[in-house]
């Protein structure tokens, strides 16, 4: 049968990296029917020639463009270059990138911390600065961040550099430096600051002083102070540029036309030569700007991968709801199926959204379309990006919010009053509103209604909740309570935990928690549930919902994802428990050591008989020192404990760690303390209960205790 598509195309076989060359369609086969013959059909995939000689495909694809630039690594590289109707043939143009001639940055821009483009920051936030460069491999470039004291775009003579930081370029021609605006911003704040937004530019240095600024940004500043006047500062002579430099063959920055040049500057980068490049551009800030949120790991990508941002756009035209936004019609058919489904709740809300008489929202925020894009927002800020994670989401706070007909809870006579329910996930209690406000800046404690009247804090802290919200122990995985109802434990739940930190007042305090998409991966909506409500409170309309969630999304039938997830349970722990316990000051009434716990930052005391060590049962003294295994038990005097064994301490003997505080209370056993004084351990319980919990979320299996001594 004769070939159909594209035969041949035509190019640069040899570009310079860092620039973008455009490609063509040299000619079809012609056996092509005139009517197939359209560009803006054609996919244009690239190929790597591999180690073993063999092309494969580096996933870049673009159908009906056919511009590439390829970033410093990949020169010296081999690649082909096919376009195709249906499908890859194996042929195509070879091509070899070449490296720049001259060191070059091609541009800085600011990124927010999950590595999204940012120009709109806030006040309490950090940036990063991402400068991509070429033929610049290990150099080292200095980040400066200015303030900009200008009303409107350009950049003011006043301006001071605030803060500055350095950075290698990397094997991707990349360098990124992170600037925290919440101290540097807020002390130029507290200087004298009058407007409630700031702006501010990066300045990026490589040597003969190459300037790359990024544009303005403004920043909403929180703290607006009462202004006073500033004397402006005298210009400094232009810098001179670089010969046959990028600078020379440009007009003057801003920069460079307000002088913004100081001594702190010049002390930082240790340059006073001459301009290599500059760059500038500008952007804006909004009120309500909220922080974002850092992913967990990742690596920012390089220009050959940015290429692949394109992909993302190509799959809106798919089914497939993964890794994209909502479409208005999307999300309008996910309210109306949702509202299907119960023939009462249609019956009384009809189509309409959060039209309960306690939901104080703006009018103009009760829409699908507004609801739509807060959904948007947060899924993109939280990485619920599949659409498994998606629709579990969604389930949770369709019954949340009364199937999106409330904002706040309904009762009003609760004992956390007045921190009741609020939120497309009912954020309640005081504790849970102090670090939400930790974390976003919204001061929700002293105005609680924030979270129940606008909209957009009622979803941020949804998003919020699902991803690192949850306060469950300090600890690696978390596997559920041991009194957990039926419901959970059958499910054997067993995913890993994140530590966060937060300031609570001159407090900082840490609490364990669980990213519920690593729930959703697996498809537990019965563990989401248990950790979204602490209870069983419409468990059957939440496995209804997403049970009438997939209908919709056509899950998995239709999502890409959908074969081949990646659970992660099946990544089973193989962490253990180890105490260490060192024995430091005895009596001839007891014994006191300080124990740890491998890999944790649990710690306390232990109290025991008093010595010399003996095995011999009924002494009232101390066992001896050694490796001993652990197991639990259950008894009529002590319901719970843990039992220390080997092969000279039998397990009949009953030697538990549990609670007390003195010798009269061991009996041969170990007291476990948060305090100590002579003979005296304090906080027994709360430090059992910390050493319990730990070891229930690991597990009895191979736990074991190791006794020393060094006598104080």
Not at 27 to 55: D, M, Q
Not at 251 to 266: H, V
Not at 517 to 527: C, T
């Amino acid at each position: 049968m004769a070939k159909n598509g594209v035969s041949a195309v035509s190019g640069n076989i040899s570009p310079i990296v860092g620039q973008k060359y455009n490609y063509k369609i040299a000619s079809w086969y012609p056996a092509t029917h005139v009517s197939e013959k359209i560009p803006a059909k054609v996919t244009w995939e690239l190929f790597k020639k591999r180690k073993n000689g063999k092309f494969t495909s580096t996933n870049i694809k673009k159908i009906g463009k056919s511009d590439f630039t390829f970033g410093e690594t990949a020169a010296g590289e081999t690649y082909r270059l096919e376009a195709y109707l249906y499908k890859p043939e194996g042929g195509g143009l070879i091509i070899t990138p070449k490296p720049a001639k001259i060191p070059k940055i091609n541009k800085v821009e600011l990124f927010y911390v999950d590595d999204t483009k940012g120009t709109l920051f806030s006040f309490m936030e950090k940036l990063r600065a991402r400068a991509n460069c070429v033929n610049m491999l290990g150099k080292e470039l200095v980040f400066t961040l200015w303030e900009d004291d200008a009303k409107g775009a350009g950049h003011n003579p006043a301006n001071r550099a605030i803060d500055a930081k350095k950075a290698k370029v990397n094997k991707d021609g990349v360098a990124v430096a992170e600037f925290s605006l919440s101290s540097a911003l807020m002390l130029k704040a507290a200087q004298g600051e009058a407007d409630s937004k700031l702006e501010f530019y990066v300045t990026v240095e490589y040597y003969k002083t190459n300037k790359h600024s990024t544009n303005n940004v403004n920043v909403n500043n929180p703290y607006p102070q009462q202004s006073s006047p500033k004397s402006p500062s005298p210009k400094t002579p232009a810098k001179p540029k670089a010969k046959s430099s990028p600078a020379e063959k440009k007009q003057p920055s801003k920069k460079e036309e307000k002088g913004i040049w100081d001594s702190f500057t010049e002390s930082v980068s240790q340059t006073s030569g001459e301009i290599w490049d500059w760059a500038e551009s500008l952007g804006t800030a909004v009120m309500e700007k909220l922080p974002t949120i850092a992913k967990p790991e990742g690596k920012s990508p390089a220009i050959v991968k940015e290429l692949k941002i394109e992909k993302k756009e190509e799959v809106k035209k798919d089914k497939c709801l993964c890794n994209r936004n909502f479409t208005p019609e999307e999300f309008e058919s996910i309210i109306h199926g949702l509202r299907n489904s119960e023939t009462n709740v249609k019956r009384d809300s009809g189509y309409s959204l959060f039209g309960a008489s306690n939901c104080k929202l703006k009018k103009e925020d009760k829409t699908i379309d507004k609801l739509r894009d807060q959904i948007n927002g947060i899924f993109n800020k939280y990485g619920i990006n599949t659409c498994i994670r998606k629709l579990h989401f969604l389930a949770q706070i369709y019954h949340e919010t009364d199937r999106f007909r409330t904002t706040l809870e309904y009762a009003t006579d609760k004992s956390y009053k007045p921190y009741f329910g609020r939120g497309l996930m009912q954020l309640t209690w005081k504790s849970n509103y102090e670090i939400y406000k930790a974390y976003s800046g919204v001061n929700c404690v002293k105005d609680y209604d924030l979270i129940s009247n606008n909209l957009t804090y009622g979803s941020d802290s949804a998003g919020w909740y699902w991803k690192q919200g949850k306060v469950l122990s300090v600890g690696k995985r978390w596997k559920g309570p041991s009194d957990a109802p039926a419901y959970v434990k059958v499910h054997k739940p067993d995913y890993p935990k994140s530590v966060i930190t937060y300031k609570n007042g001159d407090k900082t305090v840490k609490y364990g928690t669980v990213d519920f998409g690593l729930i959703a991966d697996d498809d537990k909506v019965d563990l989401i549930s248990y950790l979204v409500n602490g209870g069983s409170n419409g468990l059957n309309e939440r496995r209804n919902y997403v049970f009438t969630l997939k209908n919709i999304f056509k899950y998995p039938q239709e999502c890409i994802n959908g074969q081949k997830k990646k659970t992660a349970s099946s990544e089973s722990s193989t962490d253990t428990v180890t105490i260490r316990l060192v024995r430091k000051w005895e009596t001839h009434k007891s014994t006191i050591g300080e124990f740890t716990i491998d890999n944790t930052e649990i710690k306390g005391y232990f109290l025991e008989e008093k010595g010399p060590d003996t095995i011999v049962s009924g002494n009232e003294q101390r066992v001896p020192i050694g490796t001993y295994s652990l197991e639990w038990h259950a008894g009529t005097k002590i319901k719970k404990g843990l039992k220390l064994y080997n092969d000279v301490v039998s397990k009949s003997r009953a030697i538990l760690i549990h609670s007390g505080n003195t010798s009269d209370d061991t009996e041969g056993c170990l007291i476990a303390g948060s305090t100590r004084t002579t003979d005296f351990v304090g906080g027994s319980k709360v430090k059992l209960k910390e050493i319990f919990d730990y070891v229930e979320e690991i597990g009895i299996k191979d736990a074991k205790i190791i006794i020393t001594q060094a006598y104080e």
